[in-house]
């Protein structure tokens, strides 16, 4: 029996709820394959906040960097907008401690929900793609980032700054996964403005001559910003710098109707095989894409989709679980296949299944 050290960070608002719904699944996926997840717990961002003064304490720190794996909900809310440090600190500063460089977020519209999307439907019918979003750098990390006030008023800056292994690290990753999927890389910059944009460009081509089998092509951000929507098809991966994958991956959501049904991966390393064919094992923090919702808490109507794929991409990429982490795509596609909806994305004023029922019937999956 192998056993995985996860701990276990629901943070605020639906956080605590839709982790524990992939805390549900994952405990059928131990007892059906006899695997051992041993958790801890703790309190980040607004909750730590209240209880100890701070977003992130070095102690939570210290038991990430133990863990094969931390399990992510989500932080932040209205009630700490003014708080001296936010809630937000505390996932930059668990990235930052461990080095997760490499955020995963695959947008993908799954059958049958086409037309829960805001978008047309052939526009967005058969979606599948993934952004890949480097974490650890650019405007969120470089110095100089202050704010000062003069007799002129106030001012306040940020520094873009990437290093060339910062560069090539990400877009190794993004060349890797793309040769697993559809052999299709597009590097997202703004080279026609930034110094550093310029030189992303030129590390992804240089890096591209590694990977002849797959298609490189380069695209300015606010012209990729406009074909995300209107040709979202045309993608495959998607790398990008921090800034930019912020908000390209929020727009992304959108295809897919709901925030709520999008998982994401930070990871510390090279995702795929080893050089004896064999699944490496990354540390990683996993989290749904979307936010707290504080107006939802406690209704029932939290989308625990998100979460529950988040929990597959850890089986996959920290645990070497691959079989594992198929059966619990499998069983969400058969759940929303057989036309299962969430508050989310069901129909205005129909029926919905509460974040329980839901969780319910994708455990029913896995477990026959």
């Known amino acids: 029996m192998a056993t995985f050290d996860v701990l276990v960070l629901g943070g605020d608002g639906i956080g605590p709820e839709v982790v524990a719904s992939s805390q549900r699944v994952l405990e059928v996926v131990a007892n059906k394959w006899k695997h051992n997840f041993r958790y801890s717990t703790d309190l980040v961002g607004g909750s730590a906040i209240d209880a100890y003064g701070t977003p992130l304490r070095a102690e939570t720190i210290a038991t990430a960097k133990k863990a094969n794996a931390i399990l992510f909900g989500a932080v932040g809310g209205p009630k700490w907008d003014n708080a001296t440090v936010r809630p937000e600190a505390a996932i930059l500063g668990i990235r930052k401690a461990l080095g997760l460089y490499a955020n995963l977020r695959p947008v993908k519209v799954f059958p049958g929900m086409e037309e829960s999307s805001p978008l047309k439907n052939d526009r967005v019918r058969g979606a599948d793609l993934v952004i890949i979003r480097e974490l650890t750098g650019g405007l969120y990390y470089g110095k100089p980032k202050k704010r000062w006030t003069t007799k002129e008023g106030r001012k306040g800056v940020d520094t873009m700054l990437y290093t060339e292994k910062e560069v090539e690290r990400i877009m190794r990753v993004g060349f890797e996964l793309a040769r697993s999927r559809r052999k299709k890389l597009t590097s997202v910059d703004k080279a026609n403005v930034l110094e550093s944009s310029r030189m ?56 897919s109707a709901s925030l709520g049904m999008l998982p994401s991966a930070s990871l510390a390393g090279l995702p795929g095989l080893d050089s004896k064919g064999k699944a490496r094992k990354i540390r990683g923090l996993y989290e749904p894409s979307h936010g707290t919702a504080p107006d939802i808490v406690g209704t029932g109507k939290a989308n625990p989709i998100g979460t529950i794929l988040s929990a597959a991409f850890m089986l996959q990429y920290s645990f070497g679980l691959t079989e594992e982490a198929n059966a619990i795509n499998a069983a969400v596609d058969a759940v929303i296949s057989a036309g299962h909806r969430t508050a989310d994305i069901a129909e205005r004023g129909g029926e919905f299944s509460t974040t329980d029922h839901m969780t319910d019937l994708i455990i029913e999956q896995i477990a026959n």
């Open 200 to 255: 992303w460009r030129e590390v992804a081509t240089e890096l591209g001559k590694e990977y002849p089998d797959v298609e490189l092509e380069h695209q300015l951000v606010d012209s990729c910003a406009m074909l995300l929507i209107t040709q979202p098809t045309r993608y495959d991966v998607m790398v990008m710098e921090n800034t930019f994958g912020d908000i390209l991956s929020d727009e992304g959501a959108v295809l």
